[in-house]
T-cell receptor, first 111, second 116 residues
Framework: QQPVQSPQAVILREGEDAVINCSSSKALYSVHWYRQKHGEAPVFLMILLKGGEQKGHEKISASFNEKKQQSSLYLTASQLSYSGTYFCGTERGTGANNLFFGTGTRLTVIP | NAGVMQNPRHLVRRRGQEARLRCSPMKGHSHVYWYRQLPEEGLKFMVYLQKENIIDESGMPKERFSAEFPKEGPSILRIQQVVRGDSAAYFC??????????????FGQGTRLTVV
């Protein structure tokens, strides 16, 4: 039930781009992305619904391909503040009412 | 509007004791979720509650763990006879509707339980 995220960890220099992938073996209804800084609560980034939509949040955007049962998070021109662990949460259908989160991707942005 | 409040932030218990973790959802939110996070791991769903009802407890261990969300007061996650393997961060999240579709969930700061 738990989605698989890749890569597990990535180190970037400020200004570089990164892609974080989230895939599931089950059909998905929506994908939720969160970022968690060390010792803090996860913070909501965006929700994507099935339909191949893309969303953006500052310089962070995401896509959702329900046929491939996967979502990708795109971070462009990364900033130091982007450092943290990114989790995707997947919902397998209306009424499921809870999310299954991936194991996370640890992103470190260095000067 | 205060966020999701969890207390205590840190809790130390000896093996065999009971741990009670509290979560006050955001104002107006009647849906509460509990997640467990082990070091360097993701968030594992435990239980989903609405006021006075457990909606989904498929992620809860069968023994020693229980949760409630009374009509008045915070949601409580209770762990009886704690063991070292229960050491983890426990996060609570709340939302105004079920955690589906266009509903964002707001997380609390978590309670870090250490069993010694």
């Amino acid at each position: 039930q738990q989605p698989v995220q890749s890569p597990q960890a990535v180190i970037l220099r400020e200004g570089e781009d990164a892609v974080i992938n989230c895939s599931s073996s089950k059909a998905l209804y929506s994908v939720h992305w969160y970022r968690q800084k060390h010792g803090e609560a996860p913070v909501f980034l965006m929700i994507l619904l099935k339909g191949g939509e893309q969303k953006g949040h500052e310089k962070i955007s995401a896509s959702f391909n329900e046929k491939k049962q996967q979502s990708s998070l795109y971070l462009t021109a990364s900033q130091l503040s982007y450092s943290g662990t990114y989790f995707c949460g997947t919902e397998r259908g209306t009424g499921a009412n809870n999310l299954f989160f991936g194991t996370g991707t640890r992103l470190t942005v260095i000067p | 509007n205060a966020g999701v409040m969890q207390n205590p932030r840190h809790l130390v218990r000896r093996r065999g004791q009971e741990a009670r973790l509290r979560c006050s959802p955001m104002k107006g939110h009647s849906h509460v979720y509990w997640y467990r996070q082990l070091p360097e791991e993701g968030l594992k769903f435990m239980v989903y509650l609405q006021k006075e009802n457990i909606i989904d407890e498929s992620g809860m261990p069968k023994e020693r763990f229980s949760a409630e969300f009374p009509k008045e007061g915070p949601s409580i996650l209770r762990i009886q006879q704690v063991v070292r393997g229960d050491s983890a961060a426990y996060f609570c999240a709340s939302s105004p509707r079920g955690q589906t579709s266009n509903t964002e969930a707001f997380f609390g700061q978590g309670t870090r339980l250490t069993v010694v």
